[in-house]
Each structure stands twice: as structure tokens, then as C-alpha cells.
């Protein structure tokens, strides 16, 4: 990488080098196990000039959301989390029924099936072609395609202009912001709103969310550089909240300029918070590796330690992030036999790069391991809730980060 993606700059720093790994959500089949397997640096680095965190563009969207692994549907917190959502939203905005609202990567219609049920007219915008067919079949209307100018424009001549537009999850994952964000402003409306839902590098950089880092996901946002990167499209911030997904989220109130007006207290709040934390200077990065070094010690120790007295150790849900983790920290079956996960899709494949076999959730009911890692930290409460069955044979949950934690469960 010599230039930011952003603003053009080569002032490029170093905050972390994870290696080389295999893209986080290339789970393997059994019949290609014997097959070469690609895998890409993954360094992040920080733009000195518009503080913008990224990783360089070694794999193409293409590659990754052609087919999908991940439906957000198999997160019941999730669900419910956007069912909230269009709730207030819809409250903040008076949507009703003569509203547009359309989402950008909409993936399998969690969010936009609480906008149908509201009676609002509403359209997905889904690269994943497996993913927005179960969508369809969901009944949500959702159109296969990346989002561009292009498909913008496209999208706002056929079915008119949104009153919102969201955009969750989607901000970090393209290489082309500037296009992306010419891509939203397209959509909206000249006096709507786009919404945009990303992890919070502040959060990350604090809690040691080094596991959220991978190849789909390009860059990583403080209010700062977001407001840079909107800017871009000819969109302002005008609010914005701090949500606990992800282990900490933005949500992204925005506006076309000329709508836009003067900003609300809460971005003031956020930027002084980034200052406070250095993210605006070298020295808010300068320790994170040091402390992602530790989180991997920490785990790699305790693994190894409970082989060496003969406990076992299966692992809970193969998110993206669990396979950053995974591969940095060199796990293998021999100290992780198998995860599992909710998702089928995943039944019978394995974890990319570290070869450990994805099985269904009731697999450890009936082995009853003496520890359950938990890959997808983030949901922590749903998790400990939903593996409350553990303490019947006195089994544990580990939680690697923000630091490594062995926790009893009670029903």
C-alpha cells in the first residue's frame, strides 16, 4: 500500500502486522483440503493526514460476497436489534407509507422485513447472489448488485428517490469509499437521510478488537475520518450515536449538504473523545500491537496448558472475526478440535487456513468439553445465555478478548 484510499496521501504508519491469512469467510469443503489455499498480508495502517485506518486492497468484493457465508438472520440479537432500529427510525423520520427506504447490502432481509411489516415500500441492494435469493424467498425485494454511482442513479430512476437509506455494516467493507459514498448520495433523497452503522476504531484500539481486522473489511472508522469520507460524496454528518454491537459501533446520521445543517452535540462529544484518546496522533496507536501480542499469548497458553492436563476445549461459533484470531494465534485441531455454528451453511467445512471442522451446535451437548471458546465475543450476553446448558457437567466459557476470561455459567 503506498497511498491512502481516501485522500491520496503516502503518509502511511504501521499499527498492526497480523500476518498472512486466508479471506476470513473462505470456509473450506472437505473435498478441497488437499488444494492450495491463497492467503494476504494483513497490516493495518493508519493515513497521518486524514487518520483513516486501512488494510490494502488484496482481494476484490467480487471475491468475497459473490457467495456469502454469513446470514445475519442467525443472530437473534441481531434481529432484534434492527427491529429497534426501524422502529426509531421510523419515528425520527415519519416514514410511512408513502416512504422509500432501501438497504445497502441488505444480506438475507433481517432488517428490511420490520420496514415491510411497517407497510413501507422498500428495496435490498445484496452483492451476494446466495444470500439475496433467501432474501427473496423471505419476500423482502432485493435487487443482486454492488452498489456504484451507477447502480445508484440506476435504482433512483426506476423506483424514485429514498427518504433513507442504510447502510449498516457495509462502510468498512469496500475499497472504493469515494465511489460508494457517490453511490449512497445517489440514492437518497435531496432532503433524506443515510444512516450508516460501522465498528468504532476507538473501541477497537481500546478493547483489543484486533480479531475484527480482515481482508473484507478495508478501512476503520473514527468519527473523525468518517466525516472525511462522507464529505467525498457530498454528504454531511449531522449526528451521531455510539451503539455496543460489534463490541462498539457508530451509527452515522447523514445528510445530503445542502440538508444537512449545522451538526448535533453528540459528533463534538465523539471527536473530543478521539482526541482525548490520541487517535488523531501517532500515539493513540503506537502500543495496540504490543497488547494484541499479549491477547495471543494469554490464549495460546491456556490452550496448551488444558491439553497438557487432558481437558478439552471445542470452540463456539465460526464468525469472520474467530478465523483472524485463529490464524494469528497458529490454532489448530490439535489444541481446538472443532467449533460449531448455527448456520448450516457451514455444517461440514472448515474453519480457512486452520483447517478445524465446523459441526452443528449440539455436538457439544453431546461431548460435554470442559471449556467452550467463544469466537464471537461480541455477543457475549446472547452467548452466555444460549450456553447456559454448560454448567449441567460443570463446563466453562472462555472469552479471548479484551482479554482472556474463564467464566461459570449458571442456568
Not at 447523514?254 to 488523531?280: I, N, S, T
Not at 478445524?356 to 446472547?382: F, G, K, M, Q, T
Request: charge should be negative.
Amino acid at each position: 500500500m503506498t497511498r491512502c484510499r481516501l485522500c491520496g496521501s503516502t503518509a502511511l504508519e504501521s499499527v498492526v502486522d497480523l500476518g498472512a491469512t486466508p479471506p476470513c469467510e473462505s470456509f473450506l469443503a472437505a473435498e478441497h483440503l488437499d488444494a492450495p489455499e491463497p492467503a494476504y498480508p494483513l497490516h493495518l495502517r493508519v493515513c497521518t493526514d486524514c487518520w483513516l485506518a486501512q488494510i490494502p486492497p488484496l482481494i476484490t468484493p467480487e471475491e468475497t460476497f459473490s457467495e456469502y457465508a454469513y446470514f445475519s438472520s442467525y443472530s437473534s440479537s441481531w434481529v432484534e436489534h434492527a427491529r429497534v432500529f426501524v422502529e426509531d427510525a421510523a419515528a425520527r423520520l415519519g416514514l410511512g407509507e408513502d416512504s422509500f427506504v432501501v438497504e445497502v447490502a441488505s444480506n438475507d432481509g433481517y432488517l428490511l422485513r420490520h420496514v415491510l411489516d411497517r407497510g413501507v415500500r422498500c428495496l435490498g441492494v445484496e452483492p451476494s447472489v446466495n444470500v439475496g435469493a433467501a432474501a427473496r424467498e423471505a419476500g423482502v425485494p432485493t435487487l443482486t448488485a454492488f452498489l456504484s454511482p451507477e447502480t445508484g442513479a440506476a435504482v433512483r430512476a426506476e423506483h424514485g428517490p429514498a427518504d433513507l437509506v442504510v447502510a449498516n455494516n457495509v462502510y468498512a467493507h469496500i475499497p472504493d469509499v469515494i465511489g460508494f459514498t457517490q453511490g449512497l448520495r445517489a440514492l437518497v433523497a435531496d432532503d433524506g437521510w443515510v444512516s450508516i452503522e460501522v465498528q468504532h476504531l476507538l473501541t477497537l484500539i481500546e478493547e483489543n478488537q484486533y480479531d475484527t481486522i480482515y481482508h473484507e473489511h478495508f478501512q476503520y472508522y473514527t468519527v473523525a475520518s468518517a466525516i472525511r469520507a462522507l464529505a467525498s460524496g457530498g454528504l454531511a454528518l449531522v449526528d451521531v450515536e455510539l451503539l455496543p454491537t460489534h463490541g462498539g459501533s457508530l451509527r452515522l446520521w447523514a445528510r445530503p449538504e445542502e440538508a444537512a445543517g449545522e451538526p448535533g452535540p453528540r459528533v463534538a462529544d465523539v471527536l473530543a473523545r478521539e482526541k482525548a484518546a490520541g487517535l488523531q496522533e501517532l500515539s493513540g496507536y503506537t502500543e495496540f500491537s504490543a497488547r494484541v501480542a499479549k491477547v495471543r499469548r494469554d490464549l495460546l497458553r491456556f490452550l496448551v496448558d488444558a491439553a497438557e492436563r487432558g481437558e478439552t476445549v471445542v470452540g463456539y461459533g465460526a464468525p469472520g472475526k474467530g478465523n483472524t484470531l485463529l490464524n494469528h494465534c497458529g490454532i489448530r485441531p490439535d489444541l481446538l478440535p472443532y467449533t460449531v455454528d448455527r448456520n448450516p451453511y457451514k455444517h461440514g467445512r472448515y474453519t480457512p487456513g486452520t483447517r478445524i471442522p465446523i459441526l452443528p451446535p449440539d455436538r457439544i451437548a453431546a461431548d460435554r468439553p470442559d471449556y467452550v471458546l467463544v469466537l464471537p465475543w461480541n455477543l457475549r450476553a446472547e452467548l452466555t445465555e444460549q450456553l447456559a446448558y454448560v454448567h449441567e457437567w460443570g463446563g466453562r466459557l472462555v472469552f479471548p478478548i479484551p482479554e482472556l476470561s474463564i467464566v461459570e455459567v449458571e442456568r
